[in-house]
């Protein structure tokens, strides 16, 4: 109940005649009674106890549980204001809650709870709300939202912030049309307020804090790719992007304070490129070493799977010392691409054939109750996160066989590892293991006498070989 006009008549429910002094027969409307708890509903319909007593327990379910006003209530149960108010006060002992906690019941909607986390989840936090999400406060709250088509990314930002409330989806179409899924939450603001910083809230002094911070840097707003130099050679990097220069400067110093090859550069405002203009300067900080490369992605884990398949596929090419080639990783990579690019493709149409009901019931809000608005909102939101949940149980099976793939790939190659060290030429041929298969032998040459001349590799049990000839 918000207080908007009811457009058609409350249709009755269940009748209770209760008695505060005067006998009175009350209407409960079917609006009201599917609002109550499962608990209430059974003690409002249960007619082996007192009336009075399942009244007062009806009351008091949707002014405290539900926030539904004393006028409102007054209104849908055909009860004067000044009299349902006596006897709320007075005879039911509901208590009538004043202005502040009015507001504060209005604020908190859904259950918060306050952050009690270490430096690493505070960290951690901060990054994803600063990085591809967005923070503001919203009176005694912090709310932040997040844009975006990818249903992975999603279940990152709900496993993040879910434990401390209730994280909103809607479908959202940007003004350039493109659909998007809109996810929210409002965090309680005196344990949360850090996220309004623009710094961050604890010190990168660990390879904990830097790796946790990597990945969902990367997740939220990197990138892991590799690409054909030259038409043969495969290449790799890593790059974090972002306007702020705030939220790349900590890891560019982390980064380097770890003995990484890493740089920081800028694309200024205006640049054309494959997302489109630019409306703001760009920042990214790039690591494109091999060994680096390597290092970081053996310690960073990633969610998303697209990136995370990438990186297990570099990590493996960049295990062999020998050159990687180009042919070898474009075949995988391109299909992680392909998939990634089909699911977002699948993404998109879902949140197209629910964004248009979604604006069906908005246009139409004034025209309904507002428990059938509520009830409509309730609808639409479980079929987006249905449509979600079952988006991502296809595409697991999808990526998890690009995995099995990769992994199954490696395996098969023979690891160019020396068990031995590396000899020059001259020592070669005092190894033991030579000189004992006679891989150096001495030729009689007519005119130069003795020459050394390389055995035949080829032994045979019982058969000796012999060099008939001089070179």
């Not at 850090?194 to 002094?205: C, G, H, S, T, V």
Request: proline residues 5%; positive net charge; contains cysteine.
């Amino acid at each position: 109940m918000t207080g908007e006009r009811v457009a058609r008549p409350l249709q009755a429910g269940l009748k209770l005649r209760v008695d505060f002094g005067v006998p009175k027969e009350i209407v409960i409307p079917n609006e009201l009674l599917v609002m109550l708890s499962e608990e209430t509903r059974k003690i409002v319909m249960d007619e082996a106890l007192d009336v009075n007593h399942r009244f007062r327990v009806l009351v008091e379910d949707l002014r405290w549980g539900k926030g539904v006003s004393i006028k409102k209530l007054s209104k849908y149960l055909s009860v004067p204001f000044a009299t349902l108010y006596r006897w709320m006060k007075r005879k039911m002992n509901v208590k009538v809650r004043d202005n502040v906690t009015a507001l504060q019941l209005a604020n908190t909607k859904y259950i918060k709870r306050d952050f009690d986390g270490d430096d690493t989840e505070k960290l951690k936090l901060w990054f994803l709300a600063h990085t591809d999400g967005s923070v503001i406060q919203y009176g005694r709250q912090v709310q932040v939202t997040l844009f975006t088509p990818d249903p992975y990314l999603e279940l990152l930002f709900r496993e993040a912030f879910g434990r401390y409330g209730y994280v909103g989806v809607a479908p959202y179409k940007d003004n350039k049309g493109n659909y998007k899924w809109q996810l929210w939450i409002y965090l309680p603001l005196k344990s949360l307020q850090y996220l309004l910083e623009r710094r961050n809230p604890a010190p990168i002094d660990n390879d904990v804090k830097l790796y946790n911070v990597l990945g969902i840097a990367i997740d939220a707003e990197g990138s892991v790719c590799t690409w054909s130099h030259k038409g043969r050679v495969a290449k790799f990097k890593v790059v974090l992007y972002n306007e702020k220069t705030y939220v790349l400067k900590p890891l560019y110093d982390a980064l380097k304070q770890r003995g990484y090859r890493v740089h920081l550069y800028t694309t200024p405002k205006g640049t054309v490129t494959n997302y489109g203009c630019l409306n703001n300067d760009c920042r990214y900080v790039r690591v494109c070493v091999k060994a680096h490369v390597r290092r970081l992605l053996e310690n960073v884990e990633l969610a998303l799977p697209h990136k995370r398949l990438k990186a297990c596929l570099i990590k493996h090419a960049l295990r062999d010392p020998r050159p990687v080639y180009w042919n070898i990783m474009e075949p995988i990579y391109s299909e992680i691409e392909a998939v990634h690019e089909e699911m977002l493709k699948e993404s998109k149409l879902i949140i197209k054939n629910l964004y248009e009901p979604w604006q069906a019931l908005k246009r139409r809000q004034k025209e309904i109750t507002p428990l059938q608005y509520e009830e409509g909102r309730a609808r639409l939101k479980a079929e987006a996160w249905k449509s979600l949940e079952a988006l991502k149980e296809k595409y697991n099976k999808a990526f998890g066989e690009l995995e099995r793939r990769i992994e199954a790939y490696f395996r098969a190659q023979k690891p160019l590892l020396t068990s031995r060290n590396l000899y020059s030429v001259d020592e070669v041929f005092n190894d033991p293991h030579v000189v004992q298969r006679d891989m150096l032998i001495e030729v009689e040459h007519p005119t130069l006498g003795k020459l050394k001349q390389i055995g035949n590799p080829i032994k045979v049990a019982g058969v000796k070989f012999k060099v008939r000839s001089p070179p």
